[in-house]
């Protein structure tokens, strides 16, 4: 372990684990970073192993992605966040995505037999691949990346890898169609995470919170939201996810909220869900990459302390 220091008291070189191999668009990402992306990076095979490397102490930081604009959350990173680890997330970082395909050189379109990549990249290119390539074999890849330098490292006439511009260039793959996903503006959301040390509050924040049901009974999804909806809190995301170690059909609910945990609102809402669920998980409050604030919210916050210093005043009146 290289220190128990957060983002705020960082070490002059971080180490950071992020999904490998080099060439990935999570690589791209965490460079962007000045402060964490210049540090001792090591690249690892699936995003459990570099969740598990930050909780072991092995490494500083964690870097992966889990939200993509075309296909959602990644929801292998919110499982491992909600069920398999206690860290926080610190950090969003947003990356334009661009998807190549990529090949050893010599190779053609019209010879294509197997395509490699991760699955969420494989979906982002539905449409070119059922126009251009209907016969073709999609087989999974744990990265990106990876995919191409399985292709290069074991070439096999006819295989294909969905990549990163910079990966194809890195592994020495010929690039056979440039910008093949479905949709301009893909982008991906990464996230930072540590053991512990939440960045203080920026005023545009997001939070994330894990909540499991006491029962499973009418009514308890309206329950939970109508914490956040008396307080006027935005949700930028409400997800139900399979407990894993229950029964079919047993789920909770993953909620990306606005605001901070500092906020009094926010505490507020967390600490009355808390009462009336039993379990509730806070995985980080971070700042949004936007930097936007919800207006709503804004207001509700005015409100509120305007609430709490009418009460307080009330307060003061009671006889001791």
């Known amino acids: 372990m290289k220190n128990d220091q957060t983002p705020q008291g960082r070490p002059d070189t971080p180490s950071v684990a992020f999904l490998g191999p080099f060439g990935t668009f999570t690589e791209q990402a965490l460079r962007s970073q ?4 210049g540090g001792e990076l090591t690249p690892m095979r ?6 598990d490397a930050v909780s072991a102490g092995t490494v500083d930081y964690g870097f992966v992605p ?107 793959l010929e690039v056979l169609a440039e910008d093949i996903e479905d949709e301009e503006g893909n982008q991906t959301r990464f996230v930072l995470v540590s053991r512990d040390g939440a960045p203080e509050a920026s005023g545009h924040d997001r939070t994330g919170l894990v909540v499991f049901q006491r029962a499973d009974e009418p ?67 971070w700042p949004r990459a936007d930097g936007q604030v919800h207006d709503a919210r804004t207001h509700a916050d005015e409100r509120w302390r305007n609430a709490d210093d009418w009460l307080a005043d009330i307060r003061r009146r009671v006889s001791g």
Request: aromatic share 6%; with cysteine.
């Open 46 to 51: 699936t995003v459990p192993d570099v969740l």
């Open 34 to 37: 000045a402060d964490v992306g």
């Open 219 to 285: 009514g308890s999804l309206i329950s939970i939201l109508q914490e956040f909806a008396a307080r006027r809190i935005n949700l930028t995301h409400l997800i139900s996810r399979p407990i894993k170690d229950g029964g079919l059909g047993e789920y909770c609910f993953i909620i990306l909220a606005e605001g901070h945990v500092s906020d009094d609102l926010l505490a507020d809402a967390m600490r009355a869900l808390h009462a009336k669920q039993g379990s509730v998980k806070w995985f980080g409050s």
């Open 66 to 172: 889990i939200e993509n604009s075309i296909e959602g959350m990644v929801n292998f990173t919110l499982d491992a966040l909600a069920f398999d680890h206690e860290l926080v997330v610190i950090r969003e970082v947003v990356l334009d995505i661009h998807l190549c395909l990529a090949a050893t050189p010599g190779t053609t379109l019209d010879s294509l037999t197997d395509v490699l990549s991760i699955p969420v990249a494989t979906a982002q290119c539905h449409r070119y691949l059922r126009e251009h390539l209907p016969e073709v074999t999609m087989r999974a890849a744990p990265s990106t990346a990876g995919a191409a330098k399985l292709i290069a490292d074991d070439p096999r006439p006819g295989f294909a890898a969905i990549a990163p511009r910079v990966a194809a260039d890195l592994y020495g």
